[in-house]
């Protein structure tokens, strides 16, 4: 994905657009710049450094698969030694995202939907017992410095 609007900029567009319910994470590595914006929000809020989660509410909500994911980030981080090729960072990050396992009925949140669904949708890849809902894919956006040049 590219764009020319800065990104402070580039919200004003998006917001008034007319877009279903979204949350989305625009950045410019070059200039290390990184904003989150929701339509449940009036205007984007700069993401300093640091491991965010984010799933269908506001940035960091702290539900059970936010939690855990970002725990196994976490750890993948740790795991993997900087001259190790980025290929196993991904690998462990991948490992990461197809987490198939439900939140305990205590560590559930009150989303306003039945508890058996909202148990299915506690885990960081879903699948529906009717299949009929679910996690359709997974992407991870890497970017490291190779010599002097960022590789996205």
């Known amino acids: 994905l590219h764009g020319e609007q800065p990104l402070d900029r580039f919200w004003t567009q998006v917001a008034v657009s007319g877009y279903n319910g979204f949350n989305l994470v625009a950045a410019d590595f070059a200039r290390g710049e990184c904003f989150w914006a929701s339509s449940a929000t009036a205007l984007p809020r700069r993401i300093e450094r ?16 936010v939690e855990r994911l970002k725990a196994r980030v976490k750890g993948a981080l740790a795991e993997t030694a900087a001259e190790e090729p980025v290929d196993a960072l991904a690998s462990r990050l991948f490992e990461a995202l197809v987490d198939r396992s439900v939140a305990a009925d205590a560590e559930l949140p009150s989303t306003g939907i039945p508890r ?37």
């Open 50 to 65: 640091g491991l965010y989660g984010l799933s269908n509410a506001a940035l960091d909500t702290p539900w059970p698969k």
């Open 116 to 152: 058996e669904l909202e148990a299915q949708l506690s885990a960081a890849f879903i699948r529906t017992v009717d299949g009929r809902y679910g996690t359709r894919c997974s992407t991870l956006v890497i970017t490291e410095r190779v010599k002097r040049q960022l590789v996205t």
